[in-house]
């Protein structure tokens, strides 16, 4: 148990709808990761917050959208749904240097049908 | 853009060491080496990171060359269980550490 929780563990919709996927991070982790990882491919780091900001954007269409709450969760919420944007959503908590190892939760898989 | 290079599939027989290589020529003075595996079906999961010295774990060890530019994870006796893709990856050990990109990594499989 990585100490990283992620809700739902699978989710099913239909095109066009608007999912959140919710991250708590280990206790003491200020830092949340998301990544999406479509079926065979790599982790594409979506985005990074810190302590309730954002710190980093990566390949995150604007149609999705994070945010992290004062009690360190983090939510992802992805809208206007598409086929092509089923994957498995991962998130992961960190201290923030890197200096120490992230440790990430076991996913979200997300069928959009 | 991920700023580690490795191979895309490596193979072991079960019971043997592999040693898994990565090259980050670009690294910088503050930047740690970090490991995580994916099993299949899991989220990933970390092995073990580095800074300049080597260093071993329950899991494995990480040999760091002296000039930083390449490192090699060491598997002392492959199990099946090992099967997954490792990912090699740099991550600032300051407080600049704004993102964690991860390349394809390398898909080790191990033959029984």
């Known amino acids: 148990d990585s100490g990283v929780t992620q809700t739902p563990k699978h989710l099913i919709t239909a095109t066009g709808q608007r999912v959140t996927l919710r991250c708590s991070p280990r206790s003491g982790d200020l830092s949340v990761y998301w990544y999406q990882q479509s079926l065979d491919q790599g982790l594409q780091f979506l985005i990074h917050y810190y302590n309730g900001e954002e710190r980093a954007k990566g390949n995150i269409l604007e149609r999705f959208s994070a945010q992290q709450f004062p009690d360190l969760h983090s939510e992802l919420n992805l809208s206007s749904l598409e086929l092509g944007d089923s994957a498995l959503y991962f998130c992961?908590?960190?201290?923030?240097?890197?200096?120490?190892?992230?440790?990430f939760g076991q996913g979200t898989r997300l069928t959009v049908v | 853009d991920a700023k580690t290079t490795q191979p895309n599939s490596m193979e072991s027989n079960e019971e043997e060491p592999v040693h898994l290589p990565c090259n980050h020529s670009?690294?910088?003075?503050?930047?740690?080496i970090h490991w995580y595996r994916q099993l299949p079906s899991q989220g990933p999961e970390y092995v073990i990171h580095g800074l300049t010295s080597n260093v071993n774990n329950r899991m494995a060890s990480l040999a760091i060359a002296e000039d930083r530019k390449s490192s090699t994870l060491i598997l002392h006796r492959a199990t099946l269980r090992d099967a997954a893709v490792y990912y090699c990856?740099?991550?600032?050990?300051?407080?600049?550490?704004?993102?964690?990109?991860f390349g394809a990594g390398t898909r080790l499989t191990v033959k029984p």
């Open positions: 670009t690294i910088s003075g503050t930047d740690y």
């Open positions: 992961a908590s960190s201290v923030e240097t890197g200096a120490n190892e992230a440790f």
């Open positions: 990856i740099l991550r600032d050990g300051g407080y600049n550490n704004n993102d964690m990109r």
